[in-house]
């Protein structure tokens, strides 16, 4: 199925973009590449490793950009104790982070423990908003099943995180195979994620993420939403940001 941009301008595509550099071996001259392309083509955040987030901090401030940093806490596995975790996202706000997208503790939902899920997730929400940061929640689709979605999803959306996001972008595709599921930002599970929070949060945002490389993708995850094109309930992450603002830039000169 084709999809158009529904009304909305390039630009509005564009803000509601997390461009992420998050490639263990990314350098310092990468992370100035990202925040000047974010910057010149109108994306609503970066977001990068804890290694690199003051660098990033300085970027945008020395540049002016309209510019939200993000980074990544216990990423890619979610598999450090709560203490860590809110630890780490002290730390991110004190190198002047806004955002953090933090990996549910997929550990705990496949030992069914979501009791302690919920714990970790509640106690963290509270400490990122105490810091003056939105958090979102990593909930790495390719590794639940149905049944695990479900409850996961009601714990996130029940937790006080701002947002639901769906992957990593580094998951284990032979596990994702062996429970029937494909890697990355899937339809389907951003479907459930919208259904779902209308019985539990119907504001808390949705971001899909890991392995979006086109406008198509982009729109139609949008409609699976259920949300407007707008950065407080609707986020993307890609590395693809250009390739995404290149599509764009070709679909507006050909109108």
Not at 96 to 112: F, H
Not at 142 to 160: C, H, I, P, Q
């Amino acid at each position: 199925m084709a999809y158009g941009l529904h009304g909305y301008t390039p630009s509005q595509v564009m803000g509601v973009i997390d461009s992420t550099l998050l490639r263990p071996y990314s350098t310092l001259a990468e992370v100035r590449s990202l925040v000047e392309e974010a910057a010149a083509m109108g994306c609503y955040s970066v977001c990068v490793n804890m290694a690199h987030a003051a660098y990033a901090r300085h970027l945008i401030d020395e540049g002016g950009h309209r510019l939200r940093l993000c980074t990544v806490i216990d990423f890619p596995f979610g598999a450090s104790t709560t203490d860590v975790r809110a630890e780490a996202i002290r730390r991110a706000a004190d190198k002047g982070v806004e955002e953090v997208d933090v990996v549910a503790p997929i550990t705990y939902v496949k030992s069914g423990r979501l009791e302690a899920v919920e714990r970790d997730l509640r106690r963290l929400a509270s400490v990122a908003h105490a810091e003056g940061a939105l958090i979102k929640v990593i909930v790495e689709d390719a590794y639940t099943t149905r049944a695990e979605k479900e409850a996961l999803y009601r714990v996130v959306m029940l937790s006080g995180a701002d947002f639901i996001k769906t992957s990593t972008g580094f998951e284990e595709p032979s596990y994702a195979s062996s429970l029937g599921n494909q890697v990355g930002a899937r339809v389907e599970n951003v479907r459930l994620m919208a259904e779902l929070s209308k019985a539990y949060n119907p504001n808390i945002g949705i971001k899909p993420a890991g392995g979006i490389r086109s406008v198509s993708q982009v729109m139609e995850l949008l409609e699976a939403s259920g949300r407007p094109l707008d950065p407080r309930l609707f986020r993307v992450g890609t590395s693809s940001a250009r390739r995404i603002w290149e599509e764009l830039q070709r679909t507006s000169q050909s109108i």
